[in-house]
């Protein structure tokens, strides 16, 4: 199927790279046109130089999602560059690898706000914009680590378990306004903040040997593999879908 978005208008949080930027692309492939949002503004601008020389629409705004004055003025950039406002995914995120006992009061604020009142500001400020559009599709990407448990992890995991019930809330809070919401739970993706995390331990091939050993179906995700769920969930095809997670998680949350 080709054009599943023709006529939408999607907001990617995050769109500089890895999940975000794959979403971008393929959501512009699918005909939407695509406000890529970042705070690293040149690999996000190069993310929508892309999309344009392959002759899809798109435009760049600059926004760090802890602050609603800037997530306020990112959906109007959205609504004044393209008119209108269809879907939102809350892609922006950040972690730390490090146990409860390990987290500073720091690095907890910094994963809870990003992740956290991220998602929550970025919903917020999207919604009246798709109440002026007739409805809408919010994506919120969350993690296996928002479903299940691990030693570690300990701010990451409490961020996206907010992520996926702040998402049921919203869906049940405005299912009969058109504008549905819906979670994403990636595994093991192979994206620059999966590298970073493996790079960092003392022997990064055991370290991936390790990773990989979670995943039943053998390989690290590609970003591409989310992006795709997300086409699904912000396509009309979904138009029934709403409050729900969709696990792409190469089978690791089955064991």
């Known amino acids: 199927m080709a054009d599943r978005l023709r006529g939408k208008v999607a907001l990617v949080t995050g769109g500089a790279s890895g999940i975000g930027a794959a979403t971008a692309r393929v959501f512009a492939a ?4 695509v406000v890529v949002s970042d705070v690293q503004e040149d690999a996000a601008r190069s993310v929508v130089d892309g999309i344009q020389k392959s002759g899809g629409q798109a435009a760049f705004v600059r926004c760090n999602v802890t602050k ?8 109007a950039f959205a609504e004044k560059t393209f008119g209108r406002l269809d879907v ?9 690898h490090l146990p409860v006992a390990d987290t500073s009061e720091e690095v907890w604020d910094r994963i809870m706000d990003i992740n956290g009142k991220g998602v929550f500001l970025c919903t ?4 009246p914009a798709m109440r002026r559009a007739g409805g809408g599709s919010i994506i919120n990407m969350s993690s296996v680590f928002g479903l299940i448990g691990s030693p570690g992890f300990a701010a990451y995991h409490a961020s996206k378990g907010a992520v996926r019930l ?3 809330s919203t869906a049940l809070a405005h299912a009969k306004e058109g504008i ?6 990636p595994g093991a993706i192979d994206t620059p903040m999966l590298r970073a995390l493996i790079d960092m331990e003392p022997d990064p091939k055991a370290a991936e ?3 990989l050993k979670v995943e039943p179906i053998g390989r690290f995700g590609r970003p591409e593999d989310i992006a795709y769920g997300a086409l699904y969930l912000a396509s009309d095809e979904a138009s029934f879908v709403t409050g729900t997670e969709l696990v792409i998680d190469g ?5």
């Open 30 to 33: 699918e005909g939407a046109k």
């Open 68 to 75: 609603e004055a800037e997530v306020a003025a990112m959906v």
């Open 88 to 96: 939102i995914v809350n892609n922006a995120g950040v972690e730390s």
């Open 124 to 127: 917020k400020h999207a919604i």
């Open 166 to 168: 702040l998402t049921k």
């Open 180 to 185: 549905r919401a819906n979670s994403i739970h």
């Open 209 to 211: 040997v390790e990773w």
């Open 251 to 255: 089978g690791w949350t089955a064991n």
